[in-house]
């Protein structure tokens, strides 16, 4: 079985501890990793190899920052658009594991809707649906995955009325990230967890937030159909936004049976 997770660490050297703990007990295939916040010669890969995986990872100092993990040998296929756009921040990295291709991303959050970022952020996610375009076809075997900045429908945040209009709950986001969608990409999550009620980040400042469901689902694991109909199940691990010291996002996994691709 072939089990990835994404997962917003804040830091991955603040929380190493809950990281190899997490892997020690849930041993996925792959793991993508946002906002590493390091540079690359700082980033604790011996560590990650003495807990079996091996590492690819793009990163800058105090911000952003996206890693891939995998007890498999990856191979790294692009770093960053390769449009000759704006530089991107260490916000993308692109692996191989097998035959999946594993897109990990670290979208732009926009700051307010009146702000440059906003744009840029509209923007990021046209030039991520070009890039697929030329780097793949929804005919193979890709998944998509990382911290979105995006909750895509109502039940993806805790109070859909209130929050309409945030940068991350906006109509225009909407329409951004549901066009990168229409390339061809199945919500994974959703298609095995139609409720709602289902967080992946909860804000430090809101007391009690797990307990109150009072949250956001930000992160997410979207495939191409080869590998979205072999998806077996999908589902948020709270413990690590639990843990002393956490993360204020937590992993989402997802399971694919597709052992003969890897």
């Known amino acids: 079985m072939f ?57 800058e100092k105090s911000y952003n920052g996206v890693a891939v993990l995998s007890d498999q040998e990856i191979e ?17 990295i692109i692996a191989r594991v097998g035959d999946v291709t594993i897109c990990n991303s670290y979208v732009p959050q926009g700051r307010a809707t009146d702000h440059p970022m906003f744009a840029y952020k509209l923007e990021w996610f046209a030039r991520l649906r070009r890039m697929f375009e030329t780097i793949s076809s929804p005919s193979e075997p890709l998944i998509w995955c990382g911290d979105f900045n995006v909750a895509p429908e109502p039940m993806d945040v805790h109070d859909p009325k209130r929050l309409l209009g945030h940068v991350c709950f906006h109509p225009d986001a909407h329409a951004a990230l549901a066009d990168v969608k229409t390339w061809g990409f199945t919500d994974v999550f959703r298609k095995h967890r139609p409720d709602p009620g289902e967080f992946s980040y909860f ?33 948020i691990d709270l413990a690590p936004r639990q843990a002393e010291r956490p993360s204020d996002h937590t992993p989402m996994l997802a399971e694919f049976d597709i052992g003969e691709l890897c």
Not at 3 to 23: D, G, H, K, M, Y
Not at 76 to 92: I, M, T
Not at 219 to 225: E, F, K, L, N, V
């Open 3 to 59: 089990r990835i997770a994404t997962f917003n660490v804040n830091s991955v050297r603040a929380r190493l501890p809950i990281l190899l703990n997490w892997l020690e007990s849930e041993r996925p295939t792959v793991v993508c990793l946002q906002e590493t916040k390091t540079q690359d010669v700082t980033f604790p890969a011996d560590e990650i190899a003495a807990a079996g995986y091996h590492a690819v990872f793009a990163g």
């Open 76 to 92: 790294v296929v692009q770093n960053g658009f390769a449009d000759g756009g704006p530089a991107d921040e260490s916000r993308l």
């Open 203 to 235: 804000d430090y400042r809101v007391k009690n937030a797990i307990e109150r469901k009072v949250g956001w689902r930000i992160d997410h694991i979207w495939a191409t159909q080869p590998v979205a109909e072999r998806s077996v199940d999908a589902w």
